[in-house]
């Protein structure tokens, strides 16, 4: 990998990071409490709390993507960044890109099922 695409990998994990921040912002106020005062019919409070149930399983996938993304970022600069855990084969640089957090190549995540 060249040292440039290792410096476009490096700003589009800053970028995802920033997103990420105000998705994760957002989706926190979506997971306070349902306060019991609020007026609601049944059916309304029991979609209200299926609705919540959903934002915490976004909230929860969010903040592990956003701890893979932090971790990607210590490591971009290293010379084994890039490379598959497994085969020890370059991860291509376009699914660095899309994955910039990826450990594994698309043959050996597709057999790990990752």
Known sequence: MTPQQRKQ??????EDLAALE???TGLKEKTKPITPDVS???LTRLEMIGEQQVNEHAL???EIRENKLKYALQKVD?????LCAECEE?????R???LPEA????????????
Request: aromatic share 4%; proline share 2%.
């Open 9 to 14: 990998i490096k700003a589009k994990i800053i």
């Open 22 to 24: 105000h998705e994760i």
């Open 40 to 42: 609601l019919g049944r």
């Open 60 to 62: 929860h996938e969010a």
């Open 78 to 82: 290293n010379e084994d960044y890039g």
């Open 90 to 94: 370059e991860i291509p640089f376009g």
């Open 96 to 98: 660095l890109m899309i």
């Open 103 to 114: 450990t594994h190549c698309i043959e050996c995540a597709s057999e790990s099922g990752q």
